[in-house]
Each structure stands twice: as C-alpha cells, then as structure tokens.
C-alpha cells in the first residue's frame, strides 16, 4: 500500500517538519463549548492551533474547527458522524471549513470490540481503495490508562500495524479529576515527515471520541472564526 501523505503535508507546509516535533494539547470545557490550545515543547511552548466549537448538529453531533493560532485562518474542519447499527463512533475531517465531502481529509472510526483490553481507532485517508477494509492508520493503546500510539496500518485482517511502523505517541497526561472536569491535556510525539496538523487533529478527535455527549439545552456552542 502507498502513503500518500507521505513526504507531503496534508494540511499545510507549515505542520510538515523533517525533524522530530513534540505538542501539547490542552483540552478546557466552558459555557461556551470546547476549547482546546495547541501549543509547542520548543519556542517557549509558542502556540501552534486553537479549536472552537463550531456547532452541534442533528442528535447533538458536535463539530470542531481547528484554526492557525496567529491568523486564526481555519485549517481543519472534524465532525461527528452517525454510523451504522453497530454503534462504531465515527468522525470525519475537511480540509478548512468545507464540511460538504469535496475537500475531505480522512475518517476515523473507534473499532474498539466489546470487552477488548484497550483501544483500537482505523484512520482511513480520502481515496483509500480498500473500501475502509485496510485502515491507512491505526490508533492503538488505552486512553484511559494514558498512551496511544498511531502506526501505519497495512494488515490484511484490519488489525494494522504489522510492518507499517510507528509514527507517533498521545499521552493522556490528566489525572481522573480533571478528566471528569473536562480539563484534559496530550502530549503529542511526532516523528520527522508526518503531517502535524493531521495527528494534532486526530487528537482533538479521540479526545472527543471519548467524551460524554453534550446536550444542546445544556451547551451553548462557540462560534467558529469568520474569514
């Protein structure tokens, strides 16, 4: 199978560095929606995205708009989705703030199985030709017991990660209260020559993935940045 975010960025040249890249994203909830801060080890913990929520949808689907921290340009929209009978938590990401399909990035489905020891999340690129058999990406690891890793994912069976080698670590840094206070916060390693913005995403998303859901009556969503 061919990688086709590789050697390229996904998202912009600006979150495609040849070197390793270490991130921190913080996670706090408030009347106004979730937020998250996306900030960098080096350069003084500079920031590097913020995420507002950009509205709940049908049945409460959230949606989330991450944006440059500087120019709050959008770069990446994720959004909820319904699928299936079987109840597999699913989100899909566009690229700025098209959330129609034609500018689609990835989905990200929970394959996690009744009763299994841990996670496992399959990230399907747009145009992956397997009809999301084979994921691209898997997430595997425990979120709750802290660490996540994201490897290719190239295994016939769809368990992924045979041979397709590890590209980065999410580390749930937050203790049991602040979790339940919705004030989490990730550490997020990247090796050289994987698209930041696009695992900075799939953070933001397996975060909410293991989020409880937000009523409407109970959650005013922030708005989104306008250009």
Request: glycine letters at 12%.
């Amino acid at each position: 199978m061919s990688w086709p975010w590789e050697n390229k960025a996904a998202v912009d040249e600006r979150f495609h560095a040849q070197h390793p890249t270490a991130f921190t994203v913080t996670r706090s909830d408030s009347w106004s929606g979730h937020g998250f801060n996306v900030t960098s080890f080096g350069g003084g913990n500079a920031a590097v995205m913020e995420v507002k929520t950009a509205h709940l949808g049908n049945n409460n689907l959230r949606s989330l708009l991450l944006c440059d921290a500087a120019s709050h340009d959008p770069l990446v929209s994720v959004e909820e989705r319904r699928f299936g009978v079987a109840g597999q938590r699913r989100w899909e990401a566009f690229k700025g703030r098209d959330t129609r399909g034609k500018d689609r990035l990835f989905a990200v489905v929970d394959r996690t199985r009744f009763f299994q020891l841990g996670n496992t999340v399959h990230v399907f690129l747009e145009g992956n030709a397997t009809g999301e058999r084979v994921p691209d990406f898997v997430v595997r690891g425990s979120y709750y017991l802290g660490t996540m890793t994201v490897s290719r994912g190239n295994d016939d069976d769809g368990g992924g990660g045979g041979g397709g080698g590890f590209v980065a670590q999410i580390r749930n840094e937050s203790g049991l209260w602040a979790s339940l206070l919705g004030e989490n916060r990730y550490s997020l390693w990247i090796k050289p020559g994987v698209d930041q913005a696009f695992l900075i995403a799939l953070t933001v998303i397996l975060d909410q993935m293991h989020s409880p859901r937000y009523d409407n009556s109970a959650t005013t969503p922030r708005q989104s940045h306008q250009n």
